[in-house]
């Protein structure tokens, strides 16, 4: 079991990085360091845009938190 206070690495700022690291400091974790392939607001999510990610292709986060028949 970790304790409130160890050193925790998440590799990947994308929706579930972001949303384990979001769960962890709401569950009393401070030290959190979120390493991501591009550096923060680079490649912001714009849907004017399109989507340049998986993560932001929702019908992907869906099918692989739930498969693909829902």
């Given at each position: 079991?970790?304790?409130?206070?160890?050193?925790?690495?998440?590799?990947?700022?994308?929706?579930?990085?972001?949303?384990?690291?979001?769960?962890l400091a709401?569950?009393?974790?401070?030290?959190?360091?979120?390493f991501d392939?591009?550096?923060?607001?680079?490649?912001?999510?714009?849907?004017?845009?399109?989507?340049?990610?998986?993560?932001?292709?929702?019908?992907?986060?869906?099918?692989?938190?739930?498969?693909?028949?829902?």
């Open positions: 079991m970790l304790c409130h206070d160890s050193e925790i690495i998440i590799v990947g700022g994308g929706v579930f990085g972001l949303s384990t690291a979001l769960w709401r569950g009393g974790y401070r030290n959190i360091t979120i392939r591009c550096a923060f607001g680079k490649n912001w999510y714009n849907p004017a845009k399109g989507c340049d990610g998986a993560s932001a292709d929702i019908d992907k986060v869906f099918r692989m938190a739930y498969g693909e028949k829902l």
